[in-house]
């Protein structure tokens, strides 16, 4: 896992104009079937990803927190709203709550996430690659393939699968 999680940068960008033309062309025309297709490519790959294994996203880039992940995960450490915020949080240029630094704060060494039954939505959700009309978050999953290799399997087998 570790050399291949040193190699996707180099993957994803000798594969990036290739993913921006499909995605281009996705846009347009988005299969019917899209969302079943991308939920059957997204079961099929995690059946073989351990993200325990990787946790790059937790090492690389950080979750946002919506304000009711804010307010759920302070709650788990029965901590104010505001002192969270202020231990562990920032704003960043698109005005959201971020992680002050990353690796994420509430990684452990063996890769668990200690908030994992309250983790923000943002990382319940990544890759994203289940999201519903999955054609709508192309630039988000273009910058994502670089980062995880669930992300670039998935989009390697949707060009396989979809003639766009
Ligand atoms: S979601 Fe992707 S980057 Fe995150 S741990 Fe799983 S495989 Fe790795
Ligand atoms: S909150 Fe948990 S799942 Fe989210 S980035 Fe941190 S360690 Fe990873």
């Known amino acids: 896992m570790k050399e291949l999680l040193n190699n996707l940068p180099k993957l994803a960008k000798d594969k990036h104009k290739e993913n921006k033309t499909f995605f281009t062309k996705l846009k347009k025309k988005p299969p019917k079937q899209l969302d079943y297709i991308m939920q059957e490519l997204h079961d099929e790959e995690f059946k073989k990803t351990d993200c325990l294994t990787c946790a790059n996203c937790c090492k ?34 698109d005005n959201d709550y971020v992680l002050q630094s990353v690796p994420c704060i509430f990684l452990g060494a063996d890769n668990y996430c200690s908030i ?44 396989e699968k979809i003639k766009v």
């Open 60 to 93: 690389t880039t950080g979750p946002l927190f919506t304000d009711k992940d804010v307010e759920r995960i302070s709650k788990h450490f029965k901590m104010k709203a505001q002192k969270f915020i202020e231990q562990f949080l920032r704003v960043d240029e």
């Open 116 to 159: 994992y039954s309250v983790r923000p939505k943002a990382c319940s959700e990544f890759p994203h690659t289940n999201r519903k009309k999955f054609q709508q978050i192309s630039n988000l999953t273009i910058k994502n393939v670089a980062i995880c290799p669930a992300a670039f399997n998935i989009v390697e087998k949707m060009k």
